[in-house]
């Protein structure tokens, strides 16, 4: 017998669980589904980002950069170490750990919201009334129906054209999660978010780490200036970045892999590497979902298509986060889930794309939120800037990380904050006081008037204001 409900989620990523929550908040009676398994074989909500992406990787980012910190900073503190070594398996073990404790963190959310769980997969079987009755959905033995569906089954790694992932030698971000031991040479395959990420790791722990990037330009949808200053940091870290490469055949066997690949000036070159991370973009989840069942209109990557609601082809049926257009970052996938549960509910759910901010926790971080220089250029938006070092900022300098600046974009008329973008220690936490500034419609002299706390970060972005109007005060 079919189990009812007034909702059911399919998935339970970012988008998925906080999408469940919000509609169980706002009275509704919701079944979460979701097949992600830990180690035991048991439930691990999530998604890709709490079990093979966002939290472990920055649990091993935190642990390679203690590593590196003592063995290459902890002398200038005073602070002397000998015979200094990694256990890779203990790592491991404390990122598993920090993925298991978010597992369940949500677990506990569904119980404490009064959200049904099923683990198991989630597809369609058959539109009731042609929806208008809603949607039967099948997970394991288990028949659930329920008049709204909202979907949010994430992505997978793309892998390349004829080398599949074997996440022993060849692999995606989850094989790049569970590297036993420290690569003598990392090979990677794109220069994205996930593999300057995994690459930083390694590089930390002492693996040679080669970049192949087939754009000409390093971090594209990034600011170019803050970019440059990040390629700066990076090369001078020891990471090699080889830019307009293209990639041939690669051959995978036992004792490594083989790249062969033409540089910029189409000269031939061959990488051989222990492991090879291939970062090349992500392809929405939408295999097994069972959706020509219904006739859930998907485009052609396999995404679902949805309109600026959320809202697919069918009544009911909604679809939020990596399966739907838009950036694919977990964060955009939750307000998305928000969004939805409250459209539901007859309010008015709102995700503003350009107030999404953007981050790569490497080491300067960057992080980043509206337009770009060359976007306001290529839209021929007249704009000042103004830019701020971290060299010139005292916590900085007391952290000993004065690497990268704030910087600032501001209409030229009005000054309204066009865009912030920050290369630098903890640009993943200042970037919020941009998003903030921005929501608001705040000017550039807005947040060059309000007091920040001395000595902090947060004052480079002070000064990055003040620098619109060519006012600094400590540069």
């Known amino acids: 017998m079919a189990k009812n409900f007034d909702l059911i989620v399919i998935g339970a990523g970012p988008g998925g669980y906080i999408g469940a929550i919000r509609a169980a908040q706002l009275g509704f009676n919701v079944a979460c589904i979701d097949e992600w ?35 290459h900073a902890f002398a200038d503190h005073g602070i002397a170490l000998k015979d200094l070594s990694i256990d890779v398996k203990k790592m491991l073990a404390r990122k598993d750990k920090v993925v ?7 677990l506990y959310l569904f119980k404490k919201n009064k959200v049904s769980f099923f683990h198991g997969r989630g597809s369609f079987v058959k539109a009731l009334d042609g929806g208008l009755g809603g949607y039967e959905i099948a997970v394991g033995d288990e028949t659930l129906t329920a008049k709204q569906v909202l979907v949010a089954t994430g992505s997978s ?4 054209p004829g080398t599949p992932f074997d996440e022993e030698m060849v692999l995606s971000n989850d094989g790049a999660l569970r590297i036993g031991d420290v690569p003598k040479r990392l090979g990677l395959i794109g220069s994205g978010v996930i593999g300057l990420e995994m690459g930083s790791v ?43 490469v293209k990639v041939g055949a690669v051959k995978s066997g036992k004792k490594g892999v083989s790249v062969e690949y033409s540089d910029a000036k189409g000269e031939a070159h061959r990488l051989d590497v222990d492991k090879l991370i291939v970062s090349i973009g992500r392809v929405p989840n939408t295999t097994g979902l069972n959706a020509e069942a219904v006739g859930l209109k998907l485009d052609e990557r396999g995404a679902i298509v949805v309109d600026d609601d959320c809202r697919s082809n069918l009544p009911g049926v909604w679809a939020v986060g990596d399966v739907v257009r838009g950036p694919m970052l977990a964060h955009k996938a939750e307000e998305e889930g928000v969004a939805v549960a409250e459209r539901m509910a007859g309010q008015h ?3 503003d794309f350009n107030l999404v901010p953007w981050v790569i926790y ?19 938006r007249a704009y000042k800037a103004g830019s701020f070092p971290f060299l010139a900022n005292g916590r900085a300098r007391a952290l000993g990380d004065t690497t990268g600046m704030v910087k600032f974009l501001a209409d030229a008329a009005s000054d309204e904050i066009l865009g912030v973008h920050i290369v630098g220690p903890m640009a993943s936490e200042l970037i919020s006081e941009a998003v903030v500034a921005m929501a608001f419609k705040a000017s550039a002299e807005d947040i060059a008037r309000i007091c920040h706390a001395h000595p902090s970060l947060s004052e480079a972005t002070k000064e990055a204001a003040l620098a619109v109007d060519k006012r600094t005060l400590n540069f």
């Open 362 to 380: 490497t080491s300067p971080e960057i992080a980043w939120v509206g337009q770009t220089e060359q976007q306001l250029k290529a839209a021929g």
């Open 157 to 160: 790694a793309r892998a390349l």
């Open 37 to 71: 398994k830990n180690g035991k074989g048991g439930p691990a909500p999530g998604g890709t980002c709490t079990n093979v992406g966002c939290i472990p990787s920055k649990a091993l980012l935190q642990s390679s950069e203690h590593f590196e910190h003592a063995g």
């Open 349 to 351: 759910g709102h995700v």
């Open 100 to 106: 298991t404790q978010n597992n369940e963190g949500i």
């Open 202 to 244: 390694w590089r930390r722990l002492g693996a040679e780490v080669t970049v192949l990037e087939a754009l000409p330009t390093f971090l594209g949808a990034v600011d170019e200036q803050i970019a440059k200053e990040a390629h700066k940091a990076f090369t001078r870290q020891g990471l090699k970045i080889e830019l307009g």
